[in-house]
């Protein structure tokens, strides 16, 4: 199993351009979800799914949207990118959801926005 | 605002010996759970402990819960080189929230 991918590993930005995180699993997991990480901020939830057609906000939202057509694939868009979102982002997935289950992470995207 | 606040932020200690990392959080919890991760990559999950249970173990890794003092800590002993990485725990809230909240985490440097 490749667990969880995401692409593109580093991205370039200008203000106001939109683009797509990718993120994919191939472990049948039912949740994932979408961090941030910022320097001394920790990781901060940004969306979450509870499977296939079901999307939910985190604690930052605004600016990304996401949509979760199958079990495998949940990509998450900014919309109009702005440099506060410069960030490290992950994905995440898991068999039921994080309350009893290890979140299995991928490897991250660094986003630089001018 | 963030669930669950380890202590201290920044740990130095030599090879051989033993790190301590607290977690407090902040509301009821279901489990809690330990991550580390080293620069530049994503985070492992290290162990889980439910609400019920007080101590697991996982080989050099000891974590205990106090549900009345709304804490948790981890041990590693006989720490290595290796073990050098930021730590996270995170929590799920009681009340049906899907969510997992992190704290900022802790960096540990084990020194050679």
């Known amino acids: 199993n490749a667990g969880v991918t995401q692409t593109p590993k580093f991205q370039v930005l200008k203000t106001g351009q939109s683009m797509t995180l990718q993120c994919a699993q191939d472990?049948?997991?039912?949740?994932m979800s979408w961090y941030r990480q910022d320097p001394g901020m920790g990781l901060r939830l940004i969306h979450y799914s509870v499977g296939a057609g079901i999307t939910d906000q985190g604690e930052v939202p605004n600016g990304y949207n996401v949509s979760r057509s199958t079990t495998e694939d949940f990509p998450l868009r900014l919309l109009s990118a702005a440099p506060s979102q410069t960030s490290v982002y992950f994905c995440a997935s898991s068999y039921s959801g994080g309350r009893q289950e290890t979140q299995y992470f991928g490897p991250g995207t660094r986003l630089l926005v001018l | 605002s963030q669930q669950g606040e380890e202590d201290p932020q920044a740990l130095s200690i030599q090879e051989g010996e033993n790190a301590t990392m607290n977690c407090s959080y902040k509301?009821?919890?279901?489990?809690l759970q330990w991550y580390r991760q080293n620069s530049g990559r994503g985070l492992v999950h290290l162990i889980l402990?439910?609400?019920?249970?007080r101590e697991k173990h996982s080989g050099r890794l000891r974590v205990t819960l106090d549900t009345s003092k709304k804490s948790s800590s981890l041990l590693i002993t006989a720490s290595r080189a290796a073990d050098t990485a930021s730590y996270f725990c995170a929590t799920i809230t009681q009340g049906g929230s899907e969510k997992l909240v992190f704290g900022k985490g802790t960096k540990l440097t084990v020194n050679p």
């Open positions: 402990i439910r609400s019920n249970e």
């Open positions: 472990m049948n997991h039912e949740y």
């Open positions: 509301t009821s919890i279901n489990n």
